[in-house]
Every structure is written in C-alpha cells, then in structure tokens.
T-cell receptor, first 112, second 116 residues
Framework: EDQVTQSPEALRLQEGESSSLNCSYTVSGLRGLFWYRQDPGKGPEFLFTLYSAGEEKEKERLKATLTKKESFLHITAPKPEDSATYLCAVQASPGSQGNLIFGKGTKLSVKP | DTEVTQTPKHLVMGMTNKKSLKCEQHMGHRAMYWYKQKAKKPPELMFVYSYEKLSINESVPSRFSPECPNSSLLNLHLHALQPEDSALYLC???????????????FGPGTRLTVL
C-alpha cells in the first residue's frame, strides 16, 4: 500500500535555528513529490515539485531534496513568519490516476 | 496566475438547509478536485473531475453532490448535512495533460463549513 510518513509531527525552533523536516514514502512508483505550506484555516500553498532522486529545489530559506526513499525540507535561519504546517504529498504511478497521497504534516513553530 | 478562488469563505448551515460551495480557476486546467480537511489532519480527497467528467468519487455520502458546469467552475451542493461534516472544504485544480504526466495541484483558500 502506498504510504507517506512525515516527521517530526511538531517542531519548535528559535529564530535563526536551522533544521530539517522529513518525508519518507513507500509507493509502487514515484511520479513526483510535492511540498506544500499551510497556514491555519487556509488552503495549502504550493512550494516545490521534485521528480527524481538527487534533485534539489530552493526558495528563500527553504531547500527541498529527494532520495529514492525520502525527501527533506531544510529550513535555514528560519523566521517567525515561517511558522506553518508543512505537508508532503506523493503522486504515484501507475494506476493512482495521478492523485495525491498526503503525509500528516509537520507543524513548525518559530519563536522570536 | 496560479489562483484558485472559492466562495464563500465561511458558511454556517443547519442540518435541513441546502447550500452550495463554488470554486473557479482561470489557469486552463482540465482537472478539478474537492477535498475535505478536518483540524490537524491532511486533506482527504472527495471528488475528481477530469475534462469536466466525474472520474473519482471516493465513496462520499450522497448528501454531497458535485457539479462541473464548465472547465473553469466546480460546485459542491450540500443537503441534509450532519454536524460531523463541519470541516474546511478545499478546491484544487491541475493541468491533467495525460494520465501519466506529473500533475501539480494548486489549492484554493477553502470554505470553512459549520453544520449546526
């Protein structure tokens, strides 16, 4: 069965304290992996798409990487405005009709 | 423009009411989705429309009725809901060029639904 697991469930950081969020996946065939940011009561905001092992994408203080079994979202020198829930989702192939399999998310809190 | 819009932002309804949620995108996407999200949980897929045809219904109760009037619009008609249906309802869209292509989904801001 296709599965996505995110860890930790919650992460508290001080402003400027860099860290990483993990997303491990077990799927029959990976078409792509997506990272989203979600603020309370709002829809997920698209961050990154990763296609193949070894790929890296960056956006401001965020950097996403992908291996054959997991993805990391590295946060460098975070600020309070980076506080949100970060969702990882996988699109498996074939046969999944392209739909997303979500992890449960990591809730990040950054204190000033 | 990667915007998906949803109306209303908030909705409070009684169990005997009939209401509708609306979603619109102007990105030329050919797939549109409805998700339900409960607090502290990831989004759960409800329906998928691909090229204006319902392609997936994830065993959703019949009190939820989707409609896709055209490729830009998606509605969710609600009738005789239960308090446990209270949640954030999210709409998303994607290009869906083919069944085998990578397909990035873009989400709207959601409708916060409360059933009394």
């Amino acid at each position: 069965e296709d599965q996505v697991t995110q860890s930790p469930e919650a992460l508290r950081l001080q402003e400027g304290e860099s860290s990483s969020l993990n997303c491990s996946y077990t799927v029959s065939g990976l078409r792509g992996l997506f990272w989203y940011r979600q603020d309370p009561g709002k829809g997920p905001e698209f961050l990154f798409t990763l296609y193949s092992a070894g790929e890296e994408k960056e956006k401001e203080r965020l950097k996403a990487t992908l291996t054959k079994k997991e993805s990391f979202l590295h946060i460098t020198a975070p600020k309070p405005e980076d506080s949100a829930t970060y969702l990882c989702a996988v699109q498996a192939s074939p046969g999944s009709q392209g739909n997303l399999i979500f992890g449960k998310g990591t809730k990040l809190s950054v204190k000033p | 423009d990667t915007e998906v819009t949803q109306t209303p932002k908030h909705l409070v309804m009684g169990m005997t009411n009939k209401k509708s949620l609306k979603c619109e995108q102007h990105m030329g996407h050919r797939a549109m989705y409805w998700y339900k999200q409960k607090a502290k949980k990831p989004p759960e897929l409800m329906f998928v429309y691909s090229y204006e045809k319902l392609s997936i219904n994830e065993s959703v109760p019949s009190r939820f009725s989707p409609e896709c009037p055209n490729s830009s619009l998606l509605n969710l008609h609600l009738h005789a809901l239960q308090p446990e249906d209270s949640a954030l309802y999210l709409c998303a869209s994607s290009q869906r060029k083919s069944a085998s292509d990578l397909d990035e989904q873009f989400f709207g801001p959601g409708t916060r639904l409360t059933v009394l």
